[in-house]
């Protein structure tokens, strides 16, 4: 039988009754296809050099390897997803397996190494065997004598993303090439494929370039890739601008590839689109909004039947049962129902929509505020990141640049009311600017430049802390000693920066996931950055620890025998005349009055009392009795507000 009393059951099925539009859905999925140049050029190796630093792949390997690092990336954070590879440039032909046996003559010089799919283990063996042992069985990396239509490659792309990611939210194409100018002298080549990259913009496709340069030379795109990449107008203040993959420098063309995949490679999910952001009355701009930060956690097990020719995930089912009767109930003879008093106040899907509903979805800025007034403690959940969209208002980039501009140069933030969706309950929030991800005082460069909500606490939300006893404050001292400590073991930059940082049980749990499935010898140590370099600490600030230890027993010793003084001067005081008190008399829970209870938690005497007791008042007042002691005293606190 279902446990109806559960609490963490209502959030679930209230976002139930929350509207959601499609793209909310769509959105959750990315399909991310990898062009890679297979020509002479990018089959070159690097110039043979001592150096430990020096390149030892051709761009091909390069992206092969970033492809496959992708892959593994991926599977861990996005299982959904799906990715594929496509080959341009090379003398052999494939696309995907067709009844008439063409396959992929209709595309000639584009080969299909892994289909546009959720990467399997099939995928990422064959993938590992071609960029780790060299194995080319098929010579698929044999480049073309002619040179290959791009307006080709475009239109193979965009056949790929139609039939495997038709209704994915998010579809982008990364291209890998060191050739700047395709066709040279070909003007109609260059009209085609500049129409082929509008097909693709119009399907919802975005195309990011990865180019590859080698010593001095510099990646024109004016010559060809202007007419096929679509730069945002306001993406330079979010790294958007497209950055050339180079060796030398001490920096490998992998690494230096790998880091420019990774910076693109998080899809724009929108929580909402084209929301009206009301900045004051008579301007009303659009904008999305996206969550850029979001907690991971490994994918959740699943059961299976294994009686089948193949696993097959077997499926759960919810039946309501009546709690007295047990009679099954159907969802059609249910309604929502909130306890109040003992009684349950139950309401039809109307009144309960009614119920949730403030207005249209809307952000409203209802004043500003010096951004010092912001204090650190007032974040309730999460921020949500907001950028313009021309679709609901044209000039919304403009307007929104200017406002975000505006409120970084005054310090200043906006304070908002906000419904984000329909049925959505209202929240206060501030409008915080967050500076260009280039500028030295950012602070968070791994964050995108714009505005963010911040949701505010409303009065409801406060709760009050009573503290025992007085703080003992340090001397300065003691201050100085710990600012020294803190100031060697800053962290670079005095920042802390997650993309160094990767969760390790996640990565331990997909390392060992990957082991089991592609067959390989499982890890015998989780690597994990997090862990303290106690050798550095102690070379950097072992003495001053030393020295801030011994001054803090001195000082909590010294405490320690003046509350011992006291102590004796509060007993003689006193005196014998000090009686002995008796042990107080356990009371029942469900003798308490409403005022009993009142004047407990008033006084903070609600904590003294035991699980038992609580219980006891609980369940004399006809409500749920399970959960943790913090649980029990808060539903004892909420049924007390609701009576008086």
């Not at 990422?124 to 290959?148: I, R, T």
């Not at 949701?455 to 406060?462: I, K, N, R, T, V």
């Not at 940082?501 to 089991?516: D, M, R, T």
Request: charged share 30%.
């Amino acid at each position: 039988m279902a446990d109806f009393s559960k609490d963490w059951r209502r959030d679930e099925e209230d976002e139930e009754d929350q509207e959601l539009d499609e793209t909310s859905y769509k959105a959750q999925k990315d399909a991310i296809l990898l062009a890679i140049d297979v020509s002479k050029t990018m089959l070159k190796p690097p110039p043979h050099s001592d150096s430990k630093k020096a390149d030892r792949d051709s761009p091909v390997q390069a992206a092969l390897k970033t492809a496959y690092h992708l892959m593994e990336q991926r599977i861990i954070s996005s299982p959904k997803d799906m990715m594929g590879i496509l080959l341009f440039g090379t003398e052999k032909s494939k696309f995907q397996d067709s009844a008439d046996g063409r396959n992929g003559l209709g595309y000639p010089h584009c080969y299909l190494f892994m289909d546009l799919d959720v990467p399997a283990a099939d995928d990422v063996k064959a993938l590992k065997a071609l960029v780790e042992e060299g194995e080319d069985e098929d010579e698929v990396l044999s480049p073309s004598a002619e040179g290959v239509s791009m307006a080709n490659v475009l239109f193979c792309a965009n056949q790929i993303f139609t039939t495997k990611a038709a209704n994915f939210g998010s579809r982008r194409l990364f291209i890998v090439t060191d050739n700047d100018d395709p066709h040279v002298s070909d003007k109609q080549a260059r009209s085609a494929a500049a129409v082929r990259a509008k097909d693709l913009y119009d399907l919802g496709v975005i195309i990011d370039l990865f180019p590859i340069t080698r010593g001095d030379e510099k990646f024109e795109l004016a010559k060809f890739y202007d007419d096929i990449i679509y730069r945002e107008q306001v993406g330079e203040a979010n790294m958007s601008e497209i950055r050339t993959s180079k060796s030398g420098d001490g920096i490998t063309l992998l690494n230096s590839l790998i880091s420019n995949v990774n910076s693109k490679q998080a899809p724009k999910r929108a929580l909402f689109s084209n929301l009206p952001f009301e900045i004051a009355p008579g301007l009303t701009i659009s904008v999305k909004g996206y969550n850029v930060i979001h907690r991971q956690a490994p994918a959740r097990t699943c059961y299976i039947w294994l009686d089948g020719d193949k696993p097959q995930i077997a499926t759960g089912e919810t039946t309501r049962i009546a709690e007295d009767s047990a009679k099954t109930v159907e969802k059609g003879e249910m309604r929502k129902a909130y306890k109040f008093g003992g009684e349950y106040v139950y309401f039809t899907p109307e009144e309960q929509k009614s119920l949730k509903n403030f207005g249209q979805p809307v952000i409203r800025i209802i004043g500003f505020k010096p951004r010092k007034m912001l204090q650190v403690w007032a974040s309730v959940k999460k921020s949500t990141f907001i950028f313009p969209s021309e679709e609901g208002y044209v000039g919304s980039t403009r307007v929104f640049a200017a406002l975000w501009q505006k409120l970084l140069k005054d310090d200043k933030i906006g304070i908002a009311w906000c419904i984000v969706r329909s049925n959505a309950q209202p929240i206060l929030a501030a409008i915080i600017p967050s500076k260009e991800r280039s500028d030295d005082d950012s602070g968070t460069p791994y964050l995108p430049a714009g505005l963010w909500i911040y949701p505010l606490p409303f009065q409801d939300d406060l709760r009050e802390v009573k503290t025992s006893g007085e703080a003992v404050k340090c001397t300065d001292e003691l201050t100085t000693q710990m600012r020294t400590i803190v100031q060697q073991l800053q962290l670079p930059k005095a920042m802390y920066n997650p993309i160094k940082y990767p969760n390790p049980a996640l990565q331990w749990h997909y390392k060992i996931l990957q082991a089991l499935a592609l067959e390989e010898e499982a890890p015998e140590k989780a690597e994990d950055a997090t862990e303290p370099k106690f050798k550095a600490i102690s070379k950097r600030a072992g003495g001053y620890l030393e020295d801030w230890s011994e001054t803090l027993s001195r000082e909590a010793g010294s405490v320690a025998v003046k509350k011992s003084l006291k102590r004796e001067a509060n007993d003689e005081i006193d005196g014998p005349t000090k009686k002995s008190r008796s042990a107080p008399e356990k009371v029942s829970g469900s003798s308490l009055s409403l005022a009993h209870l009142r004047a407990s938690i008033e006084s903070g005497g609600i904590t003294k009392m035991t699980v038992a007791q609580l219980k006891d008042v609980l369940a004399a007042k006809g409500l749920s009795t399970s959960g943790k002691k913090f649980e029990l005293i808060e539903r004892v606190e909420e049924w007390v507000e609701a009576s008086s």
